[in-house]
Each structure stands twice: as structure tokens, then as C-alpha cells.
T-cell receptor, first 114, second 114 residues
Framework: AQTVTQSQPEMSVQEAETVTLSCTYDTSESNYYLFWYKQPPSRQMILVIRQEAYKQQNATENRFSVNFQKAAKSFSLKISDSQLGDTAMYFCAFIHRSSNQFYFGTGTSLTVIP | NAGVTQTPKFQVLKTGQSMTLQCAQDMNHNSMYWYRQDPGMGLRLIYYSASEGTTDKGEVPNGYNVSRLNKREFSLRLESAAPSQTSVYFC?????????????FGPGTRLTVL
């Protein structure tokens, strides 16, 4: 079975500080993709960052970076210099290459405090 | 470019009523998807369409039907709404079927079934 676990339902961080959101997944496949999506109060799902499992280098997008530990099946998201606009629900998602099934975690609600 | 649009934004139905949720994308994407999002849960795939004229079941297809009217439009129909279908529904699209491709989401439709 493929599952995605986000163990932190809620988190908060002071503006300009750094925060890390955790995600673990379970799969028997070796070729897969991982995503972090952001869902602000507007409810629009927005892609934050994407990681291919075959790449050892951690993906980065401006203030967002991941710590991808394939052996541990861990995919955490680090947000640096947190901004008020980062307040949102963050979802970790997983799909393996041979599947048509997208698996989402239950989300982490992040609040950035001024 | 409007991206992915969904109508309506909100809808209240009585048990047994039917309705169709509309989705359109103007990015010339081949693949489109319907998800539902329930409190405390991630997104779950209802149906998807690899390309115009094809549709396939996702994780939770029961109680729904879909139509890929053309390349731009992908509708979701509830023939006889049930309270268990109260949810937020998201449409998404991607260039290719491979769900490893980046998906672009619409703003969602909040549906309440009384």
C-alpha cells in the first residue's frame, strides 16, 4: 500500500524564521515523485516543490527546499525567512511512475506569526 | 490565461437531487482530474481523463459520473446526491496523463448535501 503521513497537524512560526514540515511515505516502488502543495485560505491548491526520487539532489525553489531521505522514506519541507503569505495548509503528495493514483497526506496547517 | 476554472463555487443540494460540476482549462492540457477533499483528509481522486474521449476511475468513483466534453472541459455529475458527498471538489489538469506531471488546480467547489 502507498500511504503518506504528515504527523504535524498544526505548526506555527515567527515571521522571518525557518520552519520544517515533515512527511513520510510508504512504497515498495523505487521510481516515484513527491510533491508539496500549499492551500491558502482561498482554497486554491498551489504546487510548491517537486522531487523526483531518482535524483539525489534536494529540490529547491527560492525560500522552499526539501530534505529528501530516500532510504528513510522521508520528504520534509523547509521554509526559510517565513512570510505572512506562507500561512496555509501544506500537503505532501506522492505518486509512483507506473501508477495513476495520487496519494495525499492529511496536511499541516502552518501559521506565520507577525 | 485563466488556468483552471470551476463552477459553481458553492452549492447546496437536498438528498436525491442531481447536479453537474463544471471544469474548464485554457492551458491546452491533455489530462484532467476530479478530486474531493474532506476535513482532516488529503485529496482523493474520483475520476480522471487521460485525453479527450477517455475517462477512468480513481480511488473513490462511486456515486459520480464524468464527461470529457472536449479537450478543455471535464464535468463531474452527481446523479442522486447523498450527505456523504458533502465535500470540497477540486478539478485539476496537467500536460500529460502521468500524474508525475505537475497538476494545476482550480479554486474548488464547496458542496453541501442536506
Amino acid at each position: 500500500a502507498q500511504t503518506v503521513t504528515q504527523s504535524q497537524p498544526e505548526m506555527s512560526v515567527q515571521e522571518a524564521e525557518t520552519v520544517t514540515l515533515s512527511c513520510t511515505y510508504d512504497t515498495s516502488e523505487s521510481n516515484y515523485y513527491l510533491f508539496w502543495y500549499k492551500q491558502p485560505p482561498s482554497r486554491q491548491m498551489i504546487l510548491v516543490i517537486r522531487q523526483e526520487a531518482y535524483k539525489q539532489q534536494n529540490a529547491t525553489e527560492n525560500r522552499f527546499s526539501v530534505n529528501f531521505q530516500k532510504a528513510a522514506k522521508s520528504f520534509s519541507l523547509k521554509i526559510s525567512d517565513s512570510q505572512l503569505g506562507d500561512t496555509a495548509m501544506y500537503f505532501c503528495a506522492f505518486i509512483h511512475r507506473s501508477s495513476n493514483q495520487f496519494y495525499f497526506g492529511t496536511g499541516t496547517s502552518l501559521t506565520v506569526i507577525p | 490565461n485563466a488556468g483552471v476554472t470551476q463552477t459553481p463555487k458553492f452549492q447546496v443540494l437536498k438528498t436525491g437531487q442531481s447536479m453537474t460540476l463544471q471544469c474548464a482549462q485554457d492551458m491546452n492540457h491533455n489530462s484532467m482530474y476530479w478530486y474531493r477533499q474532506d476535513p482532516g483528509m488529503g485529496l482523493r481522486l474520483i475520476y480522471y481523463s487521460a485525453s479527450e474521449g477517455t475517462t477512468d476511475k480513481g480511488e473513490v468513483p462511486n456515486g459520480y459520473n464524468v464527461s470529457r466534453l472536449n479537450k478543455r472541459e471535464f464535468s463531474l455529475r452527481l446523479e442522486s446526491a447523498a450527505p456523504s458527498q458533502t465535500s470540497v471538489y477540486f478539478c485539476a489538469s496537467s500536460v500529460l496523463l502521468a500524474l508525475t506531471d505537475t497538476q494545476y488546480f482550480g479554486p474548488g467547489t464547496r458542496l453541501t448535501v442536506l
